[in-house]
């Protein structure tokens, strides 16, 4: 999808130069990326103290029945 968008061309020039990339595309591409994974992992840390765990939960115990 073609956008056209007013962007700090500095910020740019500057992104592209510390991320290695090639041009600005991949610059830009490489940042959102990079933005988005930040959000969800923001997410997943919210949930942190969200989650009742069982004391008593034993896993090795569990193994153990599926395995006879």
Avoid: C, P, S
């Amino acid at each position: 999808m073609a956008t056209n968008l007013a962007l700090d061309d500095n910020l740019i020039l500057e992104a592209v130069k510390a991320g290695g990339h090639r041009t600005k595309r991949d610059a830009v591409q490489a940042a959102l990326t990079e933005y988005v994974q930040r959000r969800k992992q923001l997410e997943i840390l919210g949930a942190f103290g969200q989650v009742d765990f069982r004391d008593d939960y034993d896993h090795k115990a569990l193994r153990q029945r599926h395995r006879k």
